[in-house]
Structure formats: C-alpha cells, structure tokens
C-alpha cells in the first residue's frame, strides 16, 4: 500500500491538537496553589459583585459600607482584620486588632463582634490592653427594631470632639444605640465576673470572683436596685 505522507501530517497534527486541548482542559480545571501571597487588602465579592468580606491592612481599611456604598468611619483608623458584609452588601460583623508599645508601655485589642441586621454588634468578644490594665470577656446586647441611622450620626462629625461626645452620650442615655444585657469575662482589675443587665442597661445581678487585695479569691453574689445600689450580698 502506498504511504501517503499527506495524510499522515494531518493525523499528526490532529493528534497533537487533541492533547494540546487536554492539557489545556485539565489545566483549567486544577486549583491554583499559591505558596505565598503577600498584599494589603482583598475583597471576596460575589457574581453581581456585591462586597461579602474584606480583608485588608490598616490602611486600607474600609470604611462603614452600607447597602454597597462606602462612607467614612471616624472611628476606624488603628486596626487591621477582616470584615464581613450581608447578602445586601451591608457590614455585618468583623474581627479586628492592633497593639504596639506607647511611650514603652504596651496598648493592644482584639475584636470579634457579629451584627444585628442593619444594626450595631448583639456578641462581641474583646480583649484590650492599655496603662497596665487588662480586661477581656464576652459582651451581649439589645438593639433597637429600626435601622442605625448612620447619616444622624455622620452629622455629628462636624462638632468639635468634646461637642462630638456629649452628644453621643445623650443618644446612647436615651437608648438610641441599644444596651448592653450581660458580660462575662475579666474586669479592668482583674477580677473575674458575670454581670446581667435589664431592659435599660443597668446591672442588675453581679457574681464576682476577686484576684487581689483581701478579695482575692473570694467569690460573691451581688444584687442591685435601679440605681445600681448593692441591696444583698451572698458570699464573702
């Protein structure tokens, strides 16, 4: 039989064609490892690119993000972490932290924290660091039903700080944020503690294990009135 050479080249090339396509295929289809991936920020959005989680470095920290649009956040300057964002792109929760040494005296936090829908933090987890003083521990809260009003806060950017603060906390008395219902965890001095809280933020039923002083190591109970006066103690 006659060798036809013509042919042969187009069995040839077809051939390497078929596997080139393999290759590319298979290729395509493996994961990508990467060692070692050094940046300052990454976004994990979804399809329609709305923002999911925010990874980043402190300066190139996000600001507040809010149905996908981002506005200052005054209040954010000293941290690095991750953030995480709704379906609707709105902040949802984060973990953030930071620490470094002051004038040779350590200042450091960390801050684990998930929202309520179009609200403040209900559960954070803190720890911080500053004048020799330590404290760490568990926070619950309520919020109000409505939405945060960011824009009457960002309004009160423009006062000067000590105008700036009393201002928020004439808001925060009037319950504008929310309250804070229960803490467990490790006070400014040392102590250990549950403290619970009613409807308006107040303590009402502490138990407290001392670390030092004629305290340490005694444990107690303590109820409270509505102006946070011990009206009965059990334990030392």
Known sequence: MRFDATRALIVYAGGLTLAAGWMLVTGAAAPTRVDTLDVRRINVREADGTIR??????????????????????GRTDAAG????NDEGTENGGLIFGGQAVAGKPTAFGHLSFDQYQQDQVVALDQSEADGRRSAGLRISDRPDAALDVAAIRRLDAL?????????????ASGAFGQSRAFFGKDRDGDALLDLHDGLGRTRLRLRVGK?????????????????????????
């Open 82 to 85: 991750m953030l995480f964002y």
């Open 53 to 74: 989680m925010v990874i980043a470095a402190r300066d190139r920290f996000p600001g507040l993000i809010v149905r996908r649009h981002e506005q200052p956040h005054p």
């Open 160 to 172: 000067p700080p000590a105008e700036r603060e009393a201002a928020i906390g004439r808001m925060t």
């Open 212 to 236: 030092t002083g004629e305290g340490a190591g005694a444990a107690r109970i303590e109820f409270l009135d509505a102006a946070g006066a011990v009206t009965r103690t059990i334990g030392a």
